[in-house]
């Protein structure tokens, strides 16, 4: 991740409330997303987060 974005992906993390977290993204066969109760930054160089208890949709 070039620098000049880490502190908009420290920004936007800083802000996500405690809770469900729905993670929405494009794949060939079209949009998916998943659900889960565990997302946390383990690092902003390289851009790392952590999941856990997801469930596919």
Same mark, same amino acid.
């Given at each position: 991740?070039?620098?000049? @974005?880490?502190?908009?992906?420290?920004?936007?993390?800083?802000?996500? *409330?405690?809770?469900?977290?729905?993670?929405? @993204?494009?794949?060939?066969?079209? *949009?998916?997303?998943?659900?889960?109760?565990?997302?946390?930054?383990?690092?902003?160089? *390289? *851009?790392?987060?952590?999941?856990?208890?997801?469930?596919?949709?």
């Amino acid at each position: 991740m070039d620098l000049k @974005y880490a502190g908009l992906f420290r920004e936007v993390l800083r802000r996500l *409330p405690i809770g469900v977290t729905f993670l929405s @993204y494009l794949t060939d066969s079209g *949009p998916s997303g998943v659900t889960g109760n565990l997302f946390t930054s383990v690092s902003l160089i *390289p *851009p790392l987060v952590q999941k856990g208890g997801f469930r596919s949709e």
